[in-house]
């Protein structure tokens, strides 16, 4: 939407009561966009969606699992029966779990896809053919580091990161190729100051992970924590989405430092087919 006023325009954000997902809304809605909330959680949903609507936000919330594609099926139609339309997709929902290749459970392997990387593609899916009958158009997914490069006891979540950066990028090289004027862009946040560490509050208590199991596990989950709390404030990234969304980039990264991780992993793939640590 390259030059194209985004005011007016319809937005819809998964996992947008919180964290990253709340910021992208809040950066719509202050954009003059008609923004679509969608989240796992009610209760939260329809305080964030109250809260924008009586600062004068022309908004709804639409509870969603992302996981289940008739839930996001559905979210398209509550979309299209109020606003009309869809512009911008942003599927930003996400999970996370730690623990070593091997020491995962079957559960968290299916439940980390489910909603980490089947969800975007159900999103993708579902709105492209909607926001490309606009003639113009951006789908985001919220990838992460993890999606370039994968680092020890993470597993599931590094495998659905780097599926959703593949997405993306296939997507975007789709679009290209057939002349859309529909874009992509995939998000691939460094650490943020979100409460995915508390991610398994929507999930059946005998289903939890078993990170905190063996001894690796519960130092990485202690690691990652301490990491996350003193993240990025998630209300800088609603901004950077927007920056892609309106000037057509493909890469958002929100610490650009970390990126030469994935690049000193190539160099030593071209260099001497190892891999770094």
Not at 73 to 86: N, W
Not at 94 to 118: M, Q
Not at 160 to 183: I, Q
Request: overall charge negative; charged content about 20%; proline content about 3%.
């Amino acid at each position: 939407m390259c030059g194209v006023e985004v005011d007016g325009k319809v937005a819809v954000v998964t996992g947008a009561a919180s964290g990253m997902g709340l910021a992208m809304a809040h950066t719509f809605a202050n954009s003059g966009m008609k923004v679509v909330l969608a989240d796992i959680e009610d209760d939260v949903l329809n305080q964030v969606t109250t809260e924008l609507s009586e600062a004068g936000h022309n908004v709804i919330g639409v509870r969603t699992d992302v996981s289940q594609l008739e839930e996001v099926q559905a979210l398209a139609e509550q979309t299209l029966k109020k606003f009309g339309a869809v512009h911008v997709l942003c599927n930003n929902a996400g999970v996370g779990v730690g623990a070593p290749v091997g020491n995962t459970s079957i559960a968290d392997w299916k439940w980390t896809l489910d909603i980490d990387l089947w969800g975007p593609i159900y999103g993708v899916e579902t709105f492209l053919p909607l926001i490309e009958e606009q003639g113009e158009g951006h789908i985001n997914s919220t990838a992460s580091m993890a999606g370039l490069y994968a680092g020890a006891s993470l597993g599931a979540y590094n495998v659905a990161k780097h599926g959703v950066v593949a997405l993306m990028a296939s997507l975007e090289r789709d679009l290209r190729w057939r002349d859309s004027k529909v874009r992509a862009s995939v998000l691939c946040p460094g650490p943020i100051n979100t409460n995915i560490v508390d991610s398994e509050r929507n999930r059946d208590p005998d289903d939890a992970a078993k990170h905190t199991d063996s001894e690796q596990g519960q130092k990485f989950w202690d690691f990652l924590t301490r990491t996350l709390a003193s993240g990025m404030d998630p209300a800088e990234v609603g901004p950077m989405v927007l920056d892609a969304i309106v000037n057509e980039k493909f890469w958002i990264l929100t610490h650009p430092e970390m990126g030469e991780i994935a690049v000193n992993q190539s160099r030593a793939m071209l260099e001497d087919q190892r891999l770094t640590r």
